[in-house]
């Protein structure tokens, strides 16, 4: 069963000045300086020997993302280190076994994609500890002299070593990181530097590497020249990395991850569609029908997420004593066969190879994007265009949604409006960084159009599942009273957001008129 643990930490080295070596360049000085500090206690020194796992061209270490059997010290087995933010990341933590666990590899797969993982580095390590401890005993940061021995495994550079020593600072559980700063600032005076390294092992794959091999991430991105190509380009490259980075968050089961993994999908697709004048076409459009796919995929999951939690917040404002028959039950039952099947089809498709030729698809149309003669043009005369075009899309659909008496055939039209203006704030938003100020307030204005459609979309959901609710429970032989209370707010509600509706849109059409996007 994987143990998850979220880690804290920092690390520093001597300065490039030391005159001293190894261990004498990383002497702790006196921590019950720091403030908060009451004593120090000394843990004693572990040996620690661990094998690090990458894909040969080192696409785990590229997102600095780190696998590891480790035997030695009181956390023996397998640790999967999957980043946060900075100086943060998630342990997850596997029994000691020969092989890398499946359920690791599997939180690896958005990156490595069909490739294996082999052995790349070898890194064996003395670890002096000392906790630091408050007044009340209490344990405020873990704080350990590391003097590491790095060796490179398989090819190229088979058997290149590197040594070094380095402290690494980790707070405690639920600490306040305001206190690594504490122990950061003593450091600092002591002669030591924050690390150039983001972990042990990006030290030793730069220190034992060929000259003419570094991990992809080390090498410095090409200078933006401020066409249209440069910024499609760049937003593509974000939303793809945000797939890739949601996808183990979504195997965790971890909050809102489902949904984040469907904006990046849908973004990339509304990306290619919007600016063809920048890509060719004949080389997105199958990419954007995969995206599609997997959109579709997700949002059976994400849907019910969205779903489940209206239905129990309309519950939770009704009084108990309109709550009538076993209604919170019913919808527990309805709600857990849901998750279960819902979530069963998100791991399936990212399970499948489908998904995997649509990852390798992405990043070899990133690597070399079918760049059309408008992609060489200045961003601000290109990508206006492209946004007015989707906006027009959008002006359109709304118009028709808006002249439909109410029902079905409005419901479906404003379904589809709310999908243009989804596209409409995407584009703005890829626009942004080329169009500054004029860009961010458009896409404001078209995300409270899209936000209104999408609660109005929500409640015609809704109400057709309460209907079913409704239905199941009569023949059961329940009372249906509640669920019919719950169709008519949901009702009302409706109907207030399409009164409200017209005023939205002319808003945002008002503020259109006004914008200048250039171009």
Same mark, same amino acid.
Request: a positive charge; hydrophobic letters at 35%.
């Given at each position: 069963m994987a143990d998850t643990k979220r880690e804290t930490e920092r690390k520093y080295e001597a300065s490039a000045d030391a005159s001293a070596k190894a261990h004498d360049e990383t002497r702790l000085p006196d921590l019950t300086k720091v403030a908060g500090v009451s004593s120090v206690r000394d843990e004693g020194v572990a040996e620690l020997d661990a094998v690090y796992y990458d894909t040969a !061209?080192?696409?785990l270490a590229a997102d600095s993302v780190t696998?590891?059997?480790? @035997? +030695?010290?009181? !956390?023996?087995?397998?640790?999967?280190?999957? =980043?946060? /933010?900075?100086?943060?990341?998630?342990?997850?933590?596997?029994?000691?076994? !020969?092989? =890398? =666990?499946?359920? %690791?590899?599997?939180?690896?797969?958005s990156r490595t994609r069909a490739e294996p993982v082999v052995p790349v580095v070898r890194l064996r390590s003395v670890r002096d500890v000392r906790h630091l401890l408050g007044a009340r005993g209490e344990l405020l940061a873990e704080v350990s002299v590391d003097t590491v021995t790095a060796q490179r495994l398989g090819v190229p550079a088979s058997g290149a070593t590197t040594q070094w020593t380095e402290i690494e600072v980790e707070l405690a559980d639920q600490g306040d990181p305001a206190f690594l700063d504490a122990v950061g600032k003593k450091l600092r005076k002591a002669g030591l530097r924050p690390s150039t390294s983001a972990s042990k092992l990006a030290r030793a794959l730069k220190d034992t590497a060929p000259s003419w091999q570094k991990p992809e991430k080390d090498r410095p991105d090409p200078p933006a020249s401020g066409t249209a190509g440069d910024h499609v380009l760049a937003y593509l490259r974000a939303q793809y990395e945000s797939l890739v980075a949601h996808d183990p968050a979504v195997r965790r089961d971890l909050p809102d991850s489902v949904h984040q993994m469907r904006?990046? @999908?849908?973004?990339?697709? /509304?990306?290619?569609? @919007?600016?063809?004048?920048?890509?060719?076409?004949?080389? @997105?459009?199958?990419v954007a029908a995969e995206l599609k796919w997997l959109a579709r995929e997700l949002g059976v999951?994400?849907?019910?997420?969205? %779903?489940?939690?209206?239905?129990?917040?309309?519950? !939770?404002?009704?009084?108990?004593?309109?709550? $009538?028959? =076993?209604?919170?039950?019913?919808l527990r039952v309805w709600s857990v066969a849901g998750r279960e099947s819902s979530r069963a089809k998100t791991l399936a498709a990212l399970d499948s190879r489908r998904y995997l030729d649509l990852l390798t698809a992405l990043h070899a149309l990133l690597a070399d994007p079918p760049l059309r003669p408008a992609a060489s043009r200045p961003a601000a005369r290109v990508l206006p265009?492209?946004?007015?075009?989707?906006?027009g899309r959008?002006?359109?659909? $709304?118009?028709?949604?808006? /002249?439909?008496?109410?029902?079905?055939?409005?419901?479906?039209a404003l379904h589809s409006a709310r999908k243009a203006a989804k596209r409409t704030r995407y584009a703005a938003d890829a626009a942004r960084p080329a169009l500054g100020k004029p860009a961010k307030r458009f896409s404001k204005r078209v995300k409270a159009v899209q936000s209104a459609l999408g609660a109005h979309q929500d409640s015609?959901? &809704?109400?057709?599942?309460?209907?079913? #609710?409704?239905?199941?429970?009569?023949? &059961?032989?329940?009372?249906?009273?509640?669920?019919?209370? #719950?169709? +008519?707010?949901?009702?009302?509600a409706a109907e207030a957001g399409q009164r409200e509706l017209p005023r939205v849109w002319k808003r945002a059409a008002a503020g259109k008129s006004r914008a200048d996007l250039g171009g």
């Open positions: !061209d080192l696409r696998l590891r059997r480790r @035997t +030695g010290g009181a !956390d023996a087995g397998w640790h999967l280190k999957l =980043p946060v /933010s900075p100086d943060v990341r998630d342990e997850i933590r596997e029994p000691l076994t !020969d092989d =890398p =666990p499946p359920s %690791l590899v599997a939180l690896t797969r904006v990046a @999908t849908r973004r990339l697709r /509304s990306a290619f569609r @919007t600016y063809r004048k920048v890509l060719d076409r004949t080389v @997105t459009d199958p999951d994400r849907d019910q997420e969205v %779903l489940d939690a209206r239905l129990h917040a309309r519950i !939770d404002d009704v009084p108990e004593t309109l709550l $009538m028959g =076993p209604v919170r039950g019913r265009k492209a946004v007015r075009k989707d906006y959008l002006a359109r659909r $709304m118009e028709s949604a808006l /002249s439909l008496p109410h029902g079905q055939e409005r419901d479906r015609v959901v &809704a109400r057709e599942t309460l209907r079913t #609710l409704g239905a199941q429970a009569h023949a &059961a032989g329940e009372t249906a009273f509640t669920w019919g209370l #719950l169709y +008519g707010r949901e009702e009302a």
